[in-house]
């Protein structure tokens, strides 16, 4: 695989996206969801989390309620006790879904052998799959704040290994700039969360997935190829 995939070409072959991340959380929450009939299930999981987001934007993970949440999907609380039976459960399964997808998403790479190269795709990927996804992601950096300790634990945790990834790559380079490459990996790391984070700043600006990441691989390229003093 070419590092320099597009956005079109990462949504074929995303391990989680639009597509099926519904069925993901019904199958991975079988033992918690007694909706048996998979198709009202699916789409009750798409209402229940898009509504949740909506509110969670609107008025705050923190203040929102279980009543809010049936108002907004229309369905009964006995029907939403059929998926969740509190608020940390959403967040929870929020959370389950964005690591499931930063931990298999960078497996698609282990074959790419240049450094640089896997840093782009990782970049790219980390670009893409948080457009895919956005809400989810920034659900989690936003909210995850007031959250009960373990599951804030388990975002944080959850971003750390992200910058690992990066940060191991770096350190594979022949040559780089002085400093931590836990640092570097940082930094690059701030550089797809502003992408997910201020979606507005960028959607006003027109611009697109493969504009931002080809910009931020120019820079990571840039920076990091330049030789160890």
Known sequence: MQPDFTFAQFQTMTPLGAGNIWAYLLDHYAD??????RKPALENLERIFNATFKLANDVGFRAMN????????????????????NKDQLA?????????????????????ADPLD???????????????????FYFVYMDSRVLQPEL???????????????????V??????????DLLASHLMATFQ????????????????????????RMMRGYLAIPAL
């Open 32 to 37: 918690r969801i007694t909706v048996k009939r």
């Open 66 to 85: 279980l009543r809010d949440l049936c108002q907004e999907t229309g369905l009964s609380m006995g029907g939403l006790y059929g998926y969740i039976s």
């Open 92 to 112: 929870e399964m929020i959370g389950d879904v964005v690591r499931h997808a930063t931990h298999q998403v960078p497996l698609l790479f282990d074959t790419i």
């Open 118 to 136: 896997r840093l782009e795709a990782l970049i790219r990927s980390s670009i893409y799959i948080s457009e895919i996804l956005q809400p989810w």
């Open 152 to 170: 804030r634990h388990a975002a944080k945790r959850s971003e750390l290994y992200v910058q690992s990834l990066f940060a191991e790559v770096i």
């Open 172 to 181: 594979r380079l022949p040559s780089r700039p002085p400093g931590s490459a």
């Open 194 to 217: 502003d992408w997910y984070v201020k979606r507005w700043k960028y959607r006003a600006a027109d611009v697109t997935p493969d504009q931002f990441a080809g910009s931020a691989v």
